[in-house]
Antibody, heavy 117, light 106 residues
Framework: QLQESGPGLVRPSESLSLTCNVS??????????WGWIRQSPGKGLEWIGSIYHSGRVYYTPSLKSRLTISMDMSENRVSLKLNSVTAADTGFYYC???????????WGQGILVTVSS | DIQMTQSPSTLAASVGDRLTITCRASQSISNWLAWYQQKPGKAPKLLIYKASNLETGVPPRFSGSGSGTEFTLTISSLQPDDFASYYCQQYYTLWTFGQGTKVEIK
């Protein structure tokens, strides 16, 4: 199971920090990437970044300068930090398990983050 | 960047209808394509991976085909539970979603 957590409200220009706690399997697995996907209200899905067990990270180009994804093997969790947020960063944020060649087969329930003063 | 274009963006259909949703990639992605179903307020659910492989537990009325740049998701006989939004996703280079197709009741 995957479970996102973090603040539901973030002020503009501040940082958004989320955690994805993974249970039922280790994130230290060569079988999977661990990704973050977001969805603005009423809009489509946007992949924003992923991390591999080696620590290698992959970011969508449009967010690369503001985004950091990391993993904590001891706590079996993946984290996301997005700097200098604006209202455009408001939306549901999902973490997902991404298999090699097999799509994203496990998802968290998602967390709504609102950027507002 | 690889862009994914889905069509149509909205589709009105009736129970029992056969549906086809198309996804086009801006460059060849071989068969590294997945399809997802999403219902309001819920996380997406994987239906198809590697273009044509049915995820475990997904009803066989769902099928996928295609390779290279053109892909289709077909629902052979639409059921009430199938009214939802559908997204394609390439994972040949990084990951990119199509803009989605909403299947509505006619």
């Amino acid at each position: 199971q995957l479970q996102e957590s973090g603040p539901g409200l973030v002020r503009p220009s501040e940082s958004l920090s989320l955690t994805c706690n993974v249970s039922g399997g280790s994130i230290n697995s060569s079988t999977y990437y661990w990704g973050w996907i977001r969805q603005s209200p009423g809009k489509g899905l946007e992949w924003i970044g992923s991390i591999y067990h080696s620590g290698r990270v992959y970011y969508t180009p449009s967010l690369k300068s503001r985004l950091t994804i990391s993993m904590d093997m001891s706590e079996n969790r993946v984290s996301l930090k997005l700097n200098s947020v604006t209202a455009a960063d408001t939306g549901f944020y999902y973490c997902a398990r991404q298999g090699h060649g097999s799509g994203s087969d496990k998802w968290g329930q998602g967390i709504l983050v609102t950027v507002s003063s | 960047d690889i862009q994914m274009t889905q069509s149509p963006s909205t589709l009105a259909a009736s129970v029992g209808d056969r549906l086809t949703i198309t996804c086009r990639a801006s460059q060849s992605i071989s068969n590294w394509l997945a399809w997802y179903q999403q219902k309001p307020g819920k996380a997406p659910k994987l239906l198809i991976y590697k273009a044509s492989n049915l995820e475990t537990g997904v009803p066989p009325r769902f099928s996928g085909s295609g390779s290279g740049t053109e892909f289709t998701l077909t629902i052979s006989s639409l059921q009430p539970d199938d009214f939802a939004s559908y997204y394609c996703q390439q994972y040949y280079t990084l990951w990119t979603f199509g803009q989605g197709t909403k299947v509505e009741i006619k």
